[in-house]
Each structure stands twice: as C-alpha cells, then as structure tokens.
C-alpha cells in the first residue's frame, strides 16, 4: 500500500520539477519569440542579382522542424506582378557573432500590371539544427527596415 503512494509522491514532485523546464532554453518550442523591427538604410539593388529588396519586411517567424527551423517573413509589395521571392543568406549562410542575417528579395514585375491592389510575399528557407547551435538572432532584411527574432 504504501509503495504506490511513494512512487505517487515521487512521480508528483518529478513533474513539479519540470515546469521550469518550459520556460528556459532548452525547450525547443520557446527558442525564438516574436520578431521586432528595426529601421534600416541599405542597398536596395544586390550584386550579380535582379532581383531587389522588397520595400518593408511585415512580418517574420521562426517555425520549428523535425530538421531544425523555418525562417518565415512576409513582406506587402505595392502593385501586382512581382516574382521569384527568396531569403538570400548573407555571409554565405553562416552566422556573425550569432547573428544569421537574410536579405527579402524579389524580382519586379516585366511590365505595367493592371490593377493596384497590393500583393503580399510570403517565403521561407530551411536552417538546420547543425547552424542552429551557432544561431542567437536571425534578422530578415527590406530596403527600409529589417524583422528581428532572439532565442
């Protein structure tokens, strides 16, 4: 009888104990927050590319994967049209001092579109777990401002 109420009493305090396990590090599902935006000056055409900073970053997450993560960012471009968005890793996809940063690009429309509803940008690329451990904030860079997530 009294067997089962102590490994009840054990099994209760071992739980307990867990619960401050959600709020620290390493719980994989609070590694990064919301993002934040900053406010930023910065080539609008790249090298070698056609394509071009998209105007302002909206939004971006970091989703989790069985992989590692999704970096996510939306972007709301003026007009119609515009085609082959991508996250460019700058410093050949490796972080600096922790920091993983992408540059929002995409390609401007090939002619007048008709009509002036606005568009929205939705892209994502793949970090592995191996980069993750290296990875403190990952930025998301427009021409005139960037989105910002911190572990």
């Known amino acids: 009888m009294t067997r089962p ?36 000056l910065g080539p609008v055409r790249l090298e070698n590319d056609n394509r071009v900073l998209v105007q302002s970053v909206t939004s971006m997450s970091i989703e989790r994967t069985s992989s590692g993560a999704l970096v996510r960012a939306e972007a709301q471009m ?19 001092d922790g920091v993983l940063t992408y540059r929002f690009v995409a390609a401007a429309p090939r002619g007048p579109m008709p009509g002036g509803r606005p568009q929205t940008l939705v892209v994502a690329t793949p970090v592995s777990e191996y980069l993750l451990e290296e990875v403190s904030t990952v930025v998301v860079r427009g021409a005139s401002n960037s989105r910002s997530t911190r572990r």
Not at 22 to 31: A, K, Y
Not at 78 to 96: F, I, Y
């Open 5 to 40: 109420i102590l490994a009840l009493i054990a099994l209760s305090l071992v739980l307990a104990g867990c619960s401050g396990v959600r709020q620290s590090r390493m719980n994989p599902l609070n590694w990064f927050g919301s993002s934040t935006e900053e406010s930023v």
């Open 78 to 96: 003026a007009g119609q049209g515009w085609w082959d968005a991508a996250l460019v890793a700058e410093n050949g996809g490796r972080p600096v």
